[in-house]
T-cell receptor, first 111, second 112 residues
Framework: SQQGEEDPQALSIQEGENATMNCSYKTSINNLQWYRQNSGRGLVHLIL?????REKHSGRLRVTLDTSKKSSSLLITASRAADTASYFCATDVDTGNQFYFGTGTSLTVIP | EAQVTQNPRYLITVTGKKLTVTCSQNMNHEYMSWYRQDPGLGLRQIYYSMNVEVTDKGDVPEGYKVSRKEKRNFPLILESPSPNQTSLYFC???????????FGPGTRLTVT
């Protein structure tokens, strides 16, 4: 069963614009993490937000978490061509030690 | 340099021929995990380990085995590979399951 689902599946924007992607999950979590993957390579951790946090920033990244709606969003501001990648959310459910990844959002930033 | 290494990076094998994919981390992490990534399905957890000699099934454990005899190593064993195990495999580690995971570069496995 898939715990996390990202939306949209694909997103194409112009360089300099903001990109927003969303993640919804099904059960209570300890934390939610966002990762980036460049074409078939290993995933790189971007940001971790715990269940008692509502917003977190890291450079051009802003993550929000709404546990009442079981959803999170990742905002990338002033996007660059180098941000072109797939973005995944991952949840650590509070009833166990497993991680669940979503199917990802494919972001294309056009120079 | 802190890293997770996997070997081999690419492997083509035939149905039924046992294989092992190695994973090693040099960060003294307690939590290690194996994932497979298939188009349209994202990453799915196969097995994870909370610490030495402690392993547990993830979402898709069928057809796989793991062991954690040392903290740094977490090999993935396919006793009798089948074509439906053709996939991109990632090993990952973290301090505990409450922290960010560090991923290896991936192993692309093809079973014919």
């Amino acid at each position: 069963s898939q715990q996390g689902e990202e939306d949209p599946q694909a997103l194409s924007i112009q360089e300099g614009e903001n990109a927003t992607m969303n993640c919804s999950y099904k059960t209570s979590i300890n934390n939610l993490q966002w990762y980036r993957q460049n074409s078939g390579r290993g995933l790189v951790h971007l940001i971790l937000i715990r269940s008692n946090e509502r917003e977190k920033h890291s450079g051009r990244l802003r993550v929000t978490l709404d546990t009442s709606k079981k959803s999170s969003s990742l905002l990338i501001t002033a996007s660059r061509a180098a941000d072109t990648a797939s973005y995944f959310c991952a949840t650590d459910v509070d009833t166990g030690n497993q991680f669940y990844f979503g199917t990802g959002t494919s972001l294309t930033v056009i120079p | 340099e802190a890293q997770v290494t996997q070997n081999p990076r690419y492997l083509i094998t035939v149905t039924g021929k046992k294989l092992t994919v190695t994973c090693s981390q040099n960060m003294n992490h307690e939590y290690m995990s194996w994932y497979r990534q298939d188009p349209g399905l994202g990453l799915r957890q196969i097995y994870y380990s909370m610490n030495v000699e402690v392993t547990d099934k993830g979402d898709v454990p069928e057809g796989y085995k793991v062991s954690r005899k040392e903290k740094r190593n977490f090999p993935l064993i396919l006793e009798s590979p089948s074509p439906n195990q053709t996939s991109l495999y990632f090993c990952a580690s973290s301090l505990t399951n409450d922290y960010e995971q560090y991923f290896g570069p991936g192993t692309r496995l093809t079973v014919t």
